[in-house]
């Protein structure tokens, strides 16, 4: 019997769609199991090709004992879409000390829209995400006006 037995590896890994290059985060992350980053990231480019450039794309790898692979991604980040959504390129540095954007409750609902995509959300509920929005919202210094 031998000393390990071969097992699946999980790899997360947040990716730009369409911009998958095999230098560091993916390529250290995936060369550490001994499989091939380029073989990723034609793939993922070819896979999010239909993305708006430079979106943060989270993305799980599942890595076979063989070492092939297969992947799935989930929806952008919140903090990612709330940004977006206020037009601010970065929160405040501390939860509560300052305001630096707004968004409207309509916005939110569009985002809660987005994330009921992902299976673990999708049970939810909409006005639930929407909550969670909000909380995430406040953290980042955007206010959310009705």
Known sequence: MSGKAAVTQIVKLLVPAGKATPSPPVGPALGARAVK???FCKEFNARTAHFKPDVPIPTLITINPD????FT???PPVSYLLKKAAKIDKG?????SDIVGEVSLKHVYEIAKV???DDALKALGEERVAR????SAKSLGINVVP
Do not use: Q, Y
């Open 37 to 39: 980053a380029i073989d």
């Open 73 to 75: 991604f989930k929806t």
């Open 67 to 70: 070492r092939t692979f297969s």
């Open 132 to 135: 969670s929005i909000v909380g």
């Open 92 to 96: 405040s540095g501390a939860p509560g």
């Open 115 to 117: 994330k009921c995509m």
